[in-house]
Structure formats: C-alpha cells, structure tokens
C-alpha cells in the first residue's frame, strides 16, 4: 500500500470508528446499567436518519438543528422501550432482547408504510466540498463526524464523571441493589440510561443520514456490527466499546480498502470469536458476556 | 392410554389432510412438516439454556450441502440428505467452539455474528454458492424413475423423515443420561458441574445434534423449493422461529410445535395483510414476553386443574 493511500485509508478508519462508537457506547451504556440488551438499537439508527429525512430534507428545519432534535426524539423511543419492554422483563435479559427484536419488527412496519419501502430516500448534502490536507481527500459531511463524535463522548465522560445524576448511573451500573438501598431508583436509572442509549443511536443516524442509504431496513447493516464492537469491547464496559469501534473501524476500512465491504464483515466477526476464544471477557471488560 | 389415542388421532389427522384441502394448502402443511424439524432440534438446544441466533443458517448450511451435493456430484437425495445433516452439524460444531465461553447473551449476539459470516459467504462467493441470487436448479426427489415432484408425495416423504427426526429428538430429550443432564446444565450449570457432569460437552451435544437436524430440514427445504438464496436464512426468518418457540413455549418437548401451528395459522390467515404482517407478529412476540412467557403451553398446564375445580364444586358454595 503506498503512503498516500495509507494515510487516507487510517484517516477514513477514524471516521468510520467515530460512527460505530457512538452507535456502540449506547448499547454498552445500557447493557451495564441495568442489562437491557436492545436488539432495536439498528432501528433506533435508522430512525435518527429520518428525522434528519423529515426534518431536513422535507421540513427544511437547518441541519445542525435536526441532528440535536433527533437526541431527544429517539431518546424518548428508548425510555419508551424501557417502560414497555425491559422494566416488564427485567428478571431475564434474553426475553427483553428477543421482545426487542419484535420492536424492530414494528419501528420497520411503521416508518416504511409512512414513508415508503422501495426507494432510498435521497437528502441532500449540507455540507458540500472535500478537505484536502496534503494527499488525504475527505468529505466536509464525513469529517464533521470525528468532532461530532469527540464531542458526544466527551459529553458523556463529564456526564458520568462529574454530574450527580451520571454517577448514579454509574452507581447502578455497579451494583444496583447498594444504588437502591442508597436512594438511587433504579427504574429511572434505566429509564435514563435507555433514554441516552437511544439519543446517541438517534444522533449517528442522523449525522449518518446524508452520505448513506436510507430506508427502513439500514438498521441491519450497523447492529452486527455494533454488536461485534459490544462483545470485542466487554459488553458493559463503555470504554471497552469505545476502543473496540476504533479497532474495527480500522479493520473494517483497511480490509475493505484492500478487498470489499463483505470480507470486512466476515473478518470483523472472525476478530470478535478470536476474541471469545482468547479473552471470554472482552477486551476491557470484567464479566463474561 | 391417553398419549397413544392421542399420536394415534394425529397421526390419522396427518395422514387425511392432503387429500382433503387444495393444493397450496399442502404447499403449506410441507413447510409446516419442514418447520416442525426447525422448531424441536431448536428446543432441544434451549434445553442446556443456549439461545442460538444461528439455528436458521444452520439450516441453509443444510440446505446448500445438498444443493452442491445434488449439482456438482449429481448424487441422489438419498445420500445429500445425511450428508446435508452431518455438514450442518460439522459448521454447529465449529461455531459452538467459541461460543462455549459466553452464556445467555453473549451466545445469542455470538451466534447471531457468526451465522452473518456463514451467510455473506454464501452472498460473497458466486462462485459455487451463485452469490445474493442464490442456486437454483435443485433436482425433485427421485427414487429410481420416480419421481417426488407432485405435492402429495413430497408431503408423505417430509412426513415420514420428519416422523423420524422428531421421534429420535423425542428419545433424546427424555433420556436421562443425555436429555436430563442438558436440563441439568440450564437450572444450575455450578451445581451440574460439581456433580462431575462436564457441561460444555453436553452443551456442543446439543448445539451439534440441533444443527443435524436443522440441516435435515434445510434439505427437505432445498428439494421442496429447486431454489435457495440467502435470503431464506436470514435474520428475519430466524426472529419467525423465535416467536413460534416463544408462542408455544419450551418448557415441554411439544410447546415449540403448538407454537408453529397456532402462527403458521396466524401467518396463513393474516395473507392479505402482507406489509403490516411484521408488525403484527413483532407485537405478538412482545405480549407473549411480556404477558405469557411460558407459552401456550403453560396455559394448557392449567387446564386439568381447572376441569377438576369444575367436577367438584367445592362444598362451600353449595350451601349458598
């Protein structure tokens, strides 16, 4: 591989990490929390994507505006999800996932009879142009997601750090019955943690919206995925998701770049039963998966 | 007594019901006989506690060995159909490696990733697999110069193969050295372990003997259709199983198949609704993990306490 294309390709693996962390970081954030696995996180996604459809594209609400207003959108879809969905199912984390996968049964139905099933939606690009900084070209619409991504998990550091409400999710996260016995209601910490979990899906969806297909089934395509980068980082562990979605955002890029989009996959989930074989764990975290 | 009168009535039921409704509805019955396979070797591996995402693509594998088998070879049903079982039990027996190490959760999104990567082989690789559009051309059943291609007697030899294949899951699930021990693994994997029973062996048991069979039906499947693609094992086609599993419930050797009957009806009578159809078994699938999780089954748990309340009114009221 020459230089050039070395450089371009590590530089397109950052961009793509960014997308798959903040995709992962909310599925860790609730597994942790309170166990809930949500098989409807990919749908979650797409959803972000048409409310920058609707929004943007239809709506003519300014870009940067409609990719905040997905956060709260979909982040009101997960705390519904927990109150009909997981707190029911609470005693067992695998009929959550599976009625999950019902709801991503539904949100498909839903959003393709409003809006259509056939033809891919086509948004324009708010930001048009290329950056060019010596021989690595990268779209303005692709670039903005690396900050959009620092900023979002930067975000979430201080929220979990330093403010009162994130260190109880923390808490929880911990041991949940010591968070309980301290005053810390672990039905909102859920309902918080899902309420994140899906304002992030929403808002990589969102940013995702311009430069990728969408229709109602893009979900498929991100929760492998986001599920590889769960199990490779350590389920629970948001900092193990986080250096996974790099990981495979660079293995991803660079095998693509090499062969195609389908052996990236196949290699992405080699990596992840590597990872089973070797560390059960996951990279950083402490419980098996 | 009850239980023979019962096969007995069923097996003269399966036996009536070909000639007795039209043609596409024998269609379904063989799909219905096919997915019967699916449904029991799927329970036979929920019994050790392990919720495959991966039983559907086991199921291709089978279905695609015999394809490759039947064109390339131009062998006979009569030795693809094994080999189509043991192929899918050799690619279950490699997945469930890795997959020992996780448990609940991590099993279920391991083997959903891992069957992704058996499926875009077959996407990525035109070349025997014939990529996203699949094989067709799958030869009929023959036996000498007869051939199985009508519906009637594709129906009696998926009849007779699935007979069999529930029959031996049958004897194995009610084996106590084998069925009980898996049983044992799911309620107290330490406690099974601390009795020396080696539990990662019963569990790849379960997994391997689960994929044979899923490998059966995927052969059953291939010869009934002449055609396969990706799409027949994908996601969606695996959450179908799960919600005829959950339906029905798992807690006995015959909860999957109420479940299969009871939606493969829904399925049948909902036709006319065909885009909102997801919908409407998403919201099935829900309720029922929300509101019954034990299944159809456990409600007709509850009925032969209930016929005996009636019999008997107690003394109590009476004096009313």
Redesign the interface.
């Known amino acids: 591989m020459e230089t050039a294309t070395l450089v371009q390709t590590i530089a397109n693996s950052v961009v793509q990490g960014s997308v798959y962390a903040t995709v992962a970081v909310g599925l860790a954030l609730a597994f942790g929390v309170m166990q809930m696995a949500n098989f409807a996180h990919g749908e979650f996604f797409m959803v972000g994507a048409y409310v920058v459809y609707v929004l943007y594209a239809l709506g003519g609400v300014p870009f940067p505006a409609a990719v905040a207003l997905a956060f709260p959108i979909v982040g009101l879809l997960g705390l519904a999800t927990e109150r009909f969905i997981f707190r029911p199912t609470r005693d067992n984390v695998l009929s959550g996932f599976m009625a999950t996968a019902g709801l991503a049964f539904i949100l498909q139905v839903l959003v393709g009879q409003t809006w259509g099933v056939g033809l891919m939606r086509s948004i324009p690009t708010p930001y048009m142009g290329i950056v060019e900084v010596g021989d690595v070209r990268l779209g303005w619409q692709r670039l903005i997601v690396v900050p959009a991504a620092g900023a979002m998990m930067g975000l979430l550091w201080f929220f979990l750090y330093r403010v009162r409400l994130g260190k109880g999710l923390r808490a929880c996260a911990q041991d949940r019955e010591a968070a309980a016995l301290l005053g810390i209601s672990n039905n909102r910490m859920a309902a918080l943690a899902m309420f994140i979990a899906g304002g992030f899906a929403g808002v990589s969806g969102a940013l995702m919206a311009p430069i990728h297909a969408v229709t109602p089934y893009m979900g498929h395509a991100i929760i492998v995925t986001a599920f590889v980068v769960v199990i490779v980082g350590g389920m629970a562990s948001i900092e193990g998701a986080i250096l996974a979605a790099f990981l495979l955002g660079f293995i991803h890029t660079f095998v693509t770049t090499v062969f195609d989009a389908v052996v990236a996959t196949m290699v992405g989930v080699a990596f992840m039963a590597a990872v089973l074989i070797v560390k059960p764990s996951g990279l950083l975290g402490r419980v098996k998966a | 007594m009850g239980k023979a009168l019962g096969l007995a009535a069923l097996t003269a039921a399966l036996c009536v019901a070909p000639f007795v409704v039209r043609e596409y509805y024998v269609e379904i019955l063989i799909l219905l006989l096919i997915n019967a396979i699916l449904a029991v070797s799927y329970r036979l591996i929920t019994t050790t506690g392990d919720?495959s995402l991966g039983h559907v693509v086991l199921m291709g594998v089978g279905a695609y060995a015999t394809a490759l088998i039947a064109k390339l070879l131009g062998w006979s049903f009569w030795a693809s159909l094994p080999l189509a079982g043991f192929g899918a039990a050799a690619v279950g027996f490699v997945f469930v490696?890795?997959?020992l190490?996780?448990?609940?959760?991590?099993f279920?999104?391991?083997s959903?990733?891992?069957a992704?990567?058996l499926r875009?082989?077959w996407?990525?690789f035109h070349d025997p697999f014939g990529g996203p559009r699949g094989m067709i051309g799958i030869p009929p059943v023959s036996v000498g110069s007869y051939q199985f291609y009508d519906a009637i007697p594709y129906y009696f030899l998926t009849l007779a193969i699935v007979a069999l294949s529930v029959w031996i899951m049958y004897r194995i699930d009610k084996a106590v050295l084998v069925g009980n021990v898996m049983k044992a693994v799911y309620m107290d994997e330490a406690l099974a372990q601390s009795v020396g029973v080696n539990a990662p062996k019963y569990r790849t048991i379960a997994f391997t003997v689960g994929a044979f069979f899923a490998g059966i039906a995927g052969a059953l499947l291939a010869h009934r259709l002449g055609a396969i693609d990706p799409h027949n094992f994908d996601?969606?086609t695996m959450?179908y199983l799960?919600?005829w599993v959950?339906v029905g419930g798992t807690a006995t050797f015959w909860g999957p198949l109420i479940g299969l009957v009871v939606m493969t009806a829904v399925f049948e009578a909902t036709r006319p609704l065909l885009?909102?159809r997801?919908?409407l078994?998403?919201?099935?699938?829900?309720a029922f993990?929300?509101f019954l999780?034990g299944g159809i089954e456990s409600l007709l748990a509850k009925i032969p306490p209930l016929v005996e309340r009636l019999r008997r009114p107690r003394l109590g009221r009476r004096t009313l």
């Open positions: 919720w490696y890795p997959l190490r996780t448990r609940g959760f991590g279920f999104i391991g959903f990733a891992l992704e990567l875009l082989v996407i990525k996601i969606n959450v799960i919600i959950v885009e909102w997801p919908l078994f998403g919201g099935i699938l829900i993990l929300i999780p």
